[in-house]
């Protein structure tokens, strides 16, 4: 029943933006800490930033001034704009739900940066 469905990544080159989209359903998106994660194949998944159900957002130091996280209540919808893109951005993007004490995870995004 939960399903969190990623959106907009793609390929850029650097110093460009790209807006990743994570729709959500299935739960009471209003009351769950939203998050979203990382991954680099054969690294460790590595966190990003979150947007708790209060609104409080809070950035991974290597992203801080570029990426900018946000949520819409009425549209079930987390956004994280990434400005200033650098090769070393290059993975797959997870959205995660965390409510009632577990995470959930979406299917990824896949996200390039290159010239």
């Known amino acids: 029943q939960v399903q969190l469905v990623e959106s907009g990544g793609g390929l850029v080159q650097p110093g460009g933006s790209l807006r990743l989209s994570c729709a959500a359903s299935?739960?009471?998106?209003?009351?769950?800490?939203m998050k979203w994660y990382r991954q680099v194949p054969g690294k460790q998944r590595e966190f990003v930033a979150v947007?708790?159900?209060?609104?409080?957002?809070n950035y991974v130091d290597f992203v801080k001034g570029r990426f900018t996280l946000s949520r819409d209540n009425a549209k079930n919808t987390v956004y994280l704009e990434m400005n200033s893109l650098k090769p070393e951005d290059t993975a797959v993007y997870y959205c995660?739900?965390?409510?009632?004490?577990?995470?959930?995870w979406g299917q990824g995004t896949q996200v390039t940066v290159s010239s």
């Open positions: 299935g739960f009471a998106f209003s009351t769950a800490d």
């Open positions: 947007i708790t159900r209060g609104g409080s957002v």
């Open positions: 995660i739900a965390r409510f009632s004490g577990r995470d959930y």
